[in-house]
């Protein structure tokens, strides 16, 4: 039995805001995506992830949140980058689209039909998660976390992540309270041979 059955691969907010050039953007958070477009066609199930800010969302610096804005709903900021191969994307989950709540967990969102991203894994028979995406100290660490809480066997694969690093280390920090809450750091040429 290989890692892939009864695994989805998440995509986590690879967004034109959090890429170079954009209004968060993640130091060379671009470059995750050849990786993860080797990985997609692995998988029987991709779901991707975004980030679905109102212009005056919560998180915002005006509304007296840590953050530029970021991801508002319908910009061009807000799309998946455009070099991210999203024909093999099976469903999206949009998180923090109302004012007043935030969520760096993609657990936290749901997709068009208001399904949440548990309800839509257990409904494909999902059972591990191979996470992959932006940003490796936020939004891909909240994921994880969640995943392992819900009763997945996660894997991040570390060469498809960035981090934000507000403080140097944050990603390494992250990295390292994910492996010790039980998920597997793993990089994608382990995944693909």
Not at 80 to 87: A, F, G, I, K, P
Not at 118 to 135: F, P, Y
Request: with cysteine; net charge negative; charged share 25%.
């Amino acid at each position: 039995m290989s890692i892939f059955d009864n695994a989805a691969l998440i995509l986590v907010d690879i967004q034109n805001d959090f890429c170079p050039g954009g209004a968060l953007a993640v130091h060379e958070g671009d470059q995750i995506i050849p990786v993860v477009n080797r990985l997609i066609p692995r998988f029987p199930l991709v779901i991707a992830t975004q980030d679905w800010h109102p212009g005056d969302h919560c998180s915002f610096k005006a509304q007296g949140g840590p953050w530029p804005p970021h991801c508002v709903q319908g910009s061009r900021g807000a799309e998946m980058h455009r070099d991210l191969n999203t024909r093999a994307v099976a469903r999206y989950v949009r998180k923090a689209f109302t004012r007043d709540a935030d969520s760096y967990s993609e657990f936290g969102g749901v997709d068009e039909r208001g399904r949440s991203l548990d309800e839509l894994l257990k409904g494909h028979g999902v059972k591990t998660l191979v996470i992959v995406g932006l940003a490796t100290d936020y939004c891909v660490r909240a994921t994880v976390l969640d995943g392992l809480k819900h009763g997945y066997e996660v894997y991040v694969v570390t060469d498809a992540t960035r981090a934000v690093n507000v403080r140097p280390d944050d990603g390494a920090k992250a990295m390292g309270e994910m492996a010790e809450a039980g998920a597997h750091l793993v990089k994608s040429d382990q995944l693909l041979s």
